[in-house]
């Protein structure tokens, strides 16, 4: 009786493990196979993506797992379709809001590649950034099972801006390769580096006619302090270059004043 009652025990402890370990272990990772997501767009604009995903099962027999997917665009319209095997599609859905959530995907359904599409407005931009730049959440999507916790797929970011943090961005990137050429030919443009941060900071504080003012300054600033530098060393070269030519002449006429009158009888 006490060797039935520990092997009942060993049976149970032996299955709750299994059990635990079957939770933990995570799922086989979905392959992104294709996706076109803009790197980057305009604030209030609408703007699509789409990504499809392949190698969706680890036991292709029996395998069954839940899709959900979230976005911060506005205004949003999903499409989800369903390819069998052969490319032709299964099915259809089109979920409403910034997000939805489990979406069944079944092998038994013979389900083998589901394409998402979102449509929607670009939302504002709370806090910008110059370096990296502002982006927000364009699409997440993520696996799960039943009861069970999620795994993210991937998530995809896109740099949003307006025309004028745009055009504020373009003034300090100009400024900032006018800075590097500047470093390159020696120069020390130490207002223009001053500039350029302070353009930054006011492009962070969103205060955007002031950073491109600063930038183009501090571009101003750089490219007359390489100029400035470019003529100081053409000035060297010219004053190396006469130094050189004066010694080639005295030489010679310190040679030619070595040399005895010539014998008119020789």
Do not use: C, K
Not at 117 to 124: I, K, S, Y
């Amino acid at each position: 009786m006490t060797r039935t009652n520990s092997s009942h025990s060993s049976r149970v402890v032996l299955a709750t493990v299994v059990v635990l370990l079957a939770a933990t272990v995570p799922a086989a990772a979905v392959s992104v196979t294709g996706e076109d997501v803009p790197e980057e767009a305009q604030v209030g604009t609408q703007v699509s993506a789409s990504v499809t995903l392949d190698e969706l099962y680890q036991n292709p027999q029996s395998e069954q797992w839940q899709l959900s997917g979230s976005t911060e665009l506005t205004d949003v319209s999903w499409t989800i379709v369903f390819y069998d095997q052969t490319g032709s599609q299964v099915d259809l859905i089109e979920p409403t809001g910034q997000s939805f959530s489990n979406v069944g995907i079944r092998a038994s359904d013979g389900i083998s590649e589901v394409e998402v599409r979102v449509t929607g407005t670009v939302p504002a931009v709370d806090t910008y950034s110059y370096d990296p730049a502002q982006e927000f959440q364009l699409l997440q999507l993520q696996r799960g099972q039943a009861g069970g916790a999620s795994n993210t797929i991937d998530t995809w970011q896109t740099h949003h801006y307006t025309e004028q943090s745009a055009s504020a961005r373009e003034a300090i990137d100009r400024a900032g390769d006018e800075l590097e050429q500047a470093r390159a030919s020696g120069a020390n443009p130490s207002d223009a580096q001053a500039n350029y941060d302070d353009a930054i900071a006011a492009y962070e504080d969103g205060s955007f006619d002031v950073a491109t003012n600063l930038a183009n300054r501090s571009a101003s600033q750089a490219e007359q302090a390489q100029q400035s530098q470019q003529t100081q060393q053409l000035l060297i070269y010219a004053g190396v270059g006469l130094v050189v030519l004066a010694l080639l002449v005295g030489g010679i006429l310190y040679w030619r004043s070595q040399q005895g009158p010539e014998d008119p009888l020789s």
